[in-house]
């Protein structure tokens, strides 16, 4: 609906995604607008290096956006220190809280 090309990378299942398949795919797209990953995968239990994905983004113009949804309240997650764009945050899962309420939160780059 809005004309975007997706470049999707799939990894096992139940193993986290490289940093480095993260800067060879960003090579070979430098047109990239943004990198979309998850803190954590419910149904596996991974945790992604997020930290290092986003060292790795924040050296192109791309903004990187979390799915924190099944990680935020368990896994580490430093959004400015890690340089993260844009984290959405669900409360039905780690926060264990009602469903319907969603957090997102923007980075300067990302407003």
């Known amino acids: 609906a809005f004309g975007i090309t997706v470049v999707e990378h799939k990894v096992p299942w139940?193993?986290?995604v490289d940093p480095a398949d993260v800067t060879r795919l960003?090579?070979?797209h430098p047109d990239a607008v943004?990198?979309?990953g998850t803190l954590m995968e419910s149904s596996t239990g991974v945790?992604?290096?997020v930290q290092a994905i986003a060292a790795v983004v924040a050296k192109t113009p791309a903004l990187f956006v979390?799915?924190?949804?099944?990680?935020a309240g368990?896994?580490?997650?430093?959004?400015?220190?890690?340089?993260?764009?844009m984290?959405?945050?669900?409360?039905?899962?780690?926060l264990m809280l009602p469903p319907g309420l969603a957090i997102v939160a923007a980075s300067a780059k990302a407003w």
Not at 66 to 71: H, L
Not at 74 to 85: K, L, N, Y
Not at 87 to 94: F, H
């Open 34 to 36: 943004a990198v979309y």
């Open 26 to 28: 960003l090579a070979e």
């Open 87 to 94: 984290l959405v945050v669900g409360g039905q899962k780690a």
């Open 66 to 71: 979390v799915d924190a949804i099944s990680g």
């Open 74 to 85: 368990v896994q580490e997650c430093r959004m400015d220190a890690w340089g993260i764009d």
């Open 14 to 16: 139940g193993q986290a």
């Open 47 to 49: 945790a992604h290096d």
